[in-house]
């Protein structure tokens, strides 16, 4: 369908960046406000959905620690736990005399887990943590520097911790969880003999730990910052006075702490979801694409016929064009709330990140949550423009085409995730809006 504008846009630019053809700068201005010119409101244009995986996310040295899981009836169920090596800033107990610290004795040690105000999912379900021993240690493989949501490390299956708790990550400031009574103390004594004198020593006694969830009974998972810590007490009796002393041992290198993010989608529309270089078409997943932090799930969207629209007029230009994603309704709610804005890629057919989407004066793009609320939720929505990505596709001579992936903001340290409606969807319909100028 083709919608005469009566009212002609001035001010509009179109840059080709890159394009095969280079198409310079277009200006809409006097010259083309002819009565001959006219601007066309395109509706119609195929857009295709898809839901993408890519291999991995780089989850180290991402100023989180990520702890939970929660069954998502869409989704599959998602877990992470996080590991991470630790370090003191000394090595020794408070005196240096051997005679004095024969008088030192074990109290007890705990972990410290401190909130940073993140959470998704259910907090008012009980949430259980166990803290394990690493039995590896926290060293990337050969030729890497990062770590990723499908990372692992070997570790203890004894518990040197449990907790269970209902979260508050926004009315309280941390959890303690009290460790095993025979593993302090046995660190407290290789630091009473001078067994452990400087960090080599410690990270070779104590490799690192690992906070894991149990999946019975939880439905969050809760974000932890990297100043929580593990907190030894020990007290020196001299006669009747007794002095109280801690020892604390923090996270020092943030590249050494990394969060394990899986997802098992067994059971749900996308649990066929194939290799990262191929897509999932909405058409087998209730016309709905998927995206989800921390698990690598985007929406891929193409344009397949664009290429087209440069034969509607000897000489024409896309002026402007509007890009509406809209959330499928009852996907999202309190426990599971929209984000306020998504990231956009430009990628290849086989998925692979080129670029982010970028506007003529080459600032990063968003799709921009609109939460005007209405009875149906009519216009609840992501708005992007794409008029200058459009205009790069049309003048293409060759058959490569790029599509645009969209990724949530937090896509390394988080778990949020959203449900987008494609072209045929019954209620939440993608819609693409193309201003053409015919000159």
């Known amino acids: 369908m083709y919608k005469f504008i009566l009212m002609f846009f ?16 277009f200006v809409v201005g006097s010259d083309y406000l002819s009565v001959n010119n006219k601007v066309i409101l395109i509706d119609t244009v195929t857009v295709e959905m898809s839901t993408i995986n890519f291999d991995s996310l780089i989850t180290s040295n991402k100023s989180r620690i990520l702890i ?50 993140y959470y998704y999912g259910d907090t ?25 949501n499908n990372s692992a490390l070997s570790y203890n299956s004894e518990s ?9 990550p926004l009315e309280k400031d941390s959890v303690n969880i009290k460790m095993d009574d025979a593993f302090g103390e046995a660190l407290f004594l290789k ?25 019975i009974n939880s439905s969050s998972v809760i974000g932890f910052n990297l100043t929580s810590k593990v907190r030894l007490y020990y007290s020196k009796y001299l006669g009747d ?34 290799a990262s270089s191929s897509r999932l078409s909405s058409l087998l997943t209730s016309n709905q694409g998927y995206i989800q932090s921390g698990t690598g799930l985007a929406c891929r969207v ?43 890629y430009v990628a290849d057919k086989l998925n692979r990140i080129s670029s982010v989407l970028n506007d003529a004066s080459g600032a990063a793009l968003y799709a921009k949550l609109n939460k005007q609320s209405d009875e149906f939720n009519e216009n609840v929505g992501y708005s992007l423009s794409v008029g200058n990505f459009l205009q790069k596709e049309m003048l293409k001579q060759s058959d490569s085409k790029s599509s645009l992936v969209f990724v949530l903001p937090n896509i390394s340290n988080a778990v949020n995730r959203i449900v987008l409606g494609d072209q045929k969807h019954p209620n939440n319909k993608i819609q693409l809006k193309i201003y053409y100028l015919s000159y």
């Open 10 to 25: 001035l001010g509009f630019a179109v840059v080709s960046c890159g394009t095969d053809t280079d198409a310079g700068e």
């Open 68 to 117: 939970g899981n929660y069954d998502d009836p869409l989704f599959g169920r998602v877990k992470s736990s996080s590991y991470f090596q630790l370090a003191s800033d000394s090595y020794s107990l408070i005196s240096t005399s051997d005679t004095e610290s024969a008088n030192y004795v074990f109290d007890s040690i705990s972990m410290i887990l401190k909130y940073d105000n």
């Open 124 to 148: 008012t379900r009980v949430q259980t943590f166990n803290i394990h021993r690493l039995i590896q240690k926290v060293k990337p493989n050969t030729d890497d520097d990062s770590f990723y």
């Open 160 to 168: 040197l911790g449990t907790i269970s708790y209902k979260p508050r």
């Open 191 to 215: 630091f009473k003999k001078r067994e452990i004198t400087d960090f080599d020593s410690f990270a070779e006694y104590l490799k690192g730990l690992v906070i894991v969830p149990e999946t």
């Open 241 to 274: 006075d007794i002095d109280s002393y801690v020892k604390d041992f923090i996270i020092v290198d943030g590249a050494k702490q990394f969060n394990a993010i899986s997802i098992d989608k067994t059971g749900t529309l996308i649990q066929n979801l194939p």
């Open 302 to 344: 193409d344009f397949p016929n664009m290429r087209q629209l440069k034969y509607i007029s000897d000489k024409g230009a896309i002026v402007d064009a509007e890009l509406i994603l809209k959330p499928v309704n009852n996907t999202y709610s309190k426990v599971f709330p929209l984000s306020d804005s998504l990231q956009v």
